[in-house]
């Protein structure tokens, strides 16, 4: 059995979760829930990151306590994980005593290799996005952060660095050496061209408190807490047993896909490598970058208000449409445009017509002709299955393992869709009339074998919807839960048809 271990960013807790938390998470569950029918043993790490003057000042704004804002902000994505069926094995908050005697050790352990000193620092600071700017990065935008334009202030102080710039050239031969480090490619380039046009400066790691008060303590000198970036990163450690359980983090370390928007790259393609680099730890084996979704041409964000509300979003539509939706619409490395109209295409066509109505009128068949009992009889799997079945054992596995999502739902689709015709193609209300029973049976017995075996390998994706397809056709749920499971079978069905799997809806 082989481990895998895989990650979210933690999502910062200022303002509410959003569908591209909901993006990230459904494509990591997805993956959990295909190495978990593999066979692998899955550790899968979410949670929520709280630290910051940004919290303390919606906090403070709002006349609540810091901590009842935080237990409230995390306890929302929790609640939302549950409503999107998030898989995740342990949910991590940066607020927890563990995490932060995790960071303070790390700071201590990089201060005795000297790769944390103290210095004078000079320069421009951004307290919305708790950044510092140099004089040449605050030219172009005339005294304004760079990143949210709004005015920076000046300021001179003394502070605590970690040695970015000793680890840049280690760095870009690991990249070098590792084509797969970063995917997709293209953010790969980003990373590598980055590192080999830019020397890095050295990375602030506190604040002092006069400034930022809510932050976990740096060890050694009560003046200062910890930037929430160098804080939040540790947490893939922290939350993987690193310092206080040897034995757990020995066996999920090194992390094997971390999954992250492409907005923080950064941090986690070159400040995280090399924060473990300073703590002789290996790298992670694959940082994952997804795109965006887009709402025209423009990024979802709050103050734009053109922010897709997921809740509303599954009340309207039902979950596993919502995720077959975002996983099949765009390959997950890339950015897509959100819209109504492609949305209810997808839920009519894909799973209403193709799927839904393959389910519905294959088990009605069943009980029309057979009250439900259905043999495999002894005849051959049809000819027409056959390619499909054989192609998708060869391509599904691969696939999913290198996230392309929308490839094996593109692939599993056409296996549906051969069915659908097989249906029209061979008339079984004609086999019924002339009375060929046997063929008949052996007909209905293929349908129903073809949709338990899409079944399994569409689990990952709509485990709702899954359950429901399994339950119909009268399998155990738990039973089908294994890759070898997508074998043809051979095995009777006695099935129960319910309620239409997904709905239609009007286009309007
Ligand atoms: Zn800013």
Redo the contacts with the bound molecule.
Sequence with gaps: MSKFYLTTPLYYVNASPHIGHCYTNIGADTLARFKRLKGDEVFFLTGTDEYGEKIYKIAHQNKESIKFFVDRASEKFKNLWKILNISYDFFIRTTDEFHQQVVKKVVSILFEKQDIYKAKYEGFY?I??E?FWSKAQIKETEGS?P??K?KVEEIKEENYFFKLSRYQDWLKRHLKNNPGFVKPKIRYNEVLGFLENNTLNDLCICRPKKRVSWGIDFPFDSDYVIYVWFDALLNYISGAGFFYCEEKFKKWWPADIQFIGKDILRQHAVIWPIMLRALDLEPPRVIFAHGWWKVGEEKMSKSKGNIVDPYNLIKEFSLDTIRYFLLREVPFGLDGNFSYSALINRANSDLANDLGNLLYRSLNMAEKYFLGKVNPLKKDIPEEFLPLIEELKESYVKNMDNVEFHTCLERIWRFINVMNKFVEEKKPWVMWREKRIDELEWFIYSLLEGIRIVGVYLYPFIPNAVNSIFTQLGVKVNEQLSIKKSEWQREAFCVKKEKPLFPRFNVS
């Design positions: 951004c919305f996005c950044a952060c990143d949210c709004r």
